[in-house]
């Protein structure tokens, strides 16, 4: 079916016009930065997410060409069911299903060795906005983990949507230095949480 479109008016660009862009972030981050400055924040950047029937080398593929280390996994309603790690694909577990099922490397998929939505703990925004570098690095120690997703709670039905991410990697990135192993002088953010209260 043939639709008549009108062309836009338009208007010829003057000089000295600027343009549109993200905040940008300090140039010097120290751990005593406001956290917000090294959190991947998905107003800005989209998640990369995969389904759960995907296979782990296909998943592993997908990270390298998006430059990301860590995937949502999601349904059909596209609602968090759980996350897939570099660290897990590279790592023991595919080799444990192997010994264990004699499946092929080929056979195994995200949902096998993904961290089910159950298991995963989440950082609230509420209490990002008032930590510090040093607080996010000394969480993901006692969490022993390298990534945690951070979320908006709506305070009148207590549901929660993903805003963002930190990455251990991505705030070694940040500070110019690897900070997985440092010892850092700062509370967890559970333990600040917790004198605030």
Do not use: C, Y
Not at 31 to 47: E, K, N, Y
Not at 56 to 66: H, S, V, Y
Not at 173 to 182: M, N, P, Q, R, T
């Amino acid at each position: 079916m043939k639709r008549d479109f009108a062309p836009l008016s338009h208007i010829p660009l003057k000089p000295s016009t600027s343009f549109e862009h993200p905040p940008e972030p300090p140039e010097l981050i120290r751990l005593d930065s406001p956290a917000t400055t090294v959190m991947t924040d998905f107003r800005f950047v989209h998640p990369i997410t995969v389904s759960p029937a995907v296979s782990i080398d296909d998943a592993l593929q997908g990270m390298k060409t998006a430059g990301v280390r860590l995937l949502l996994v999601t349904n059909e309603a596209h609602e968090i069911i759980g996350l897939i790690t570099a660290k897990d694909i590279q790592g023991e577990k595919p080799i444990w299903i192997i010994e264990e099922t004699r499946v092929q490397r080929s056979e195994i998929t995200v949902a096998t060795i993904m961290t089910p939505q159950s298991d995963i703990t989440v950082l609230n925004m509420l209490s990002v906005r008032n930590a510090q570098v040093g607080h996010i690095i000394e969480t993901l120690r006692r969490l022993e983990r390298q990534h945690t997703l951070v979320v908006e709670v709506d305070e009148a039905d207590q549901t929660q949507n993903v805003v963002g991410l930190f990455s251990m990697s991505q705030v070694s990135k940040h500070l110019g230095k690897d900070v997985a192993e440092e010892v850092v002088p700062a509370h967890s953010l559970a333990e600040m949480v917790h004198q605030i209260r």
